[in-house]
């Protein structure tokens, strides 16, 4: 479950319910959809991805058997995403957390590699990425979008240049 009016958290869970064959439902932050809640129906249980902004607990609370992974901001859902579901990738996809296009794209192939996909900024690392790369000690990068996403220096610095 992610918010549908906004992409980011969509996209950090994208590669993990690919993998697992999970749908991602969408919800307006404060009201859950009728088409959803429809959806749910026979759902034993729910990852609600994003934080109370932008899954309310008002919506949370009519979620079947809910788990949150929240972050006070979208790179560190991302983050979060890999902490809290356990995954020790060897790899990740990175795209910019600004713009929906490279990440969306990137998202099926990093399912199929069963790589996690972390959001950064154009020219610089957050805290929470560069957390969760040490503490899974991810060594292999798969950076998406041009110079205008992540530009040469962040590039370089990926991928150990």
């Known amino acids: 479950m992610a918010?549908?009016?906004?992409?980011?958290d969509a996209l950090a869970i994208a590669p993990y319910a690919a993998r697992h064959g999970y749908p991602i439902l969408l919800t307006n932050p404060n009201e859950l959809p009728d088409i959803t809640k429809k959806a749910l129906e026979n759902v034993d249980g729910t990852i609600v991805v994003g934080g109370t902004a932008s899954v309310s607990s008002r919506v949370y609370s009519q979620l079947p058997?809910?788990?949150?992974i929240g972050g006070a901001n979208r790179f560190e859902v991302a983050a979060n995403v890999i902490t809290q579901l356990h995954q020790t990738p060897g790899q990740a996809y990175v795209a910019t957390g600004l713009s929906f296009a490279d990440a969306l794209t990137g998202s099926v192939l990093a399912a199929k590699q069963n790589a996690p996909m972390l959001l950064t900024w154009p020219n610089r690392l957050p805290e929470a990425t560069r957390d969760v790369i040490e503490a899974k000690r991810i060594s292999s990068f798969n950076v998406l979008g041009g110079t205008g996403s992540i530009n040469p220096e962040l590039y370089s610095k990926l991928n150990g240049q």
């Open 3 to 8: 918010n549908g009016l906004n992409y980011p």
């Open 65 to 68: 058997e809910p788990q949150r």
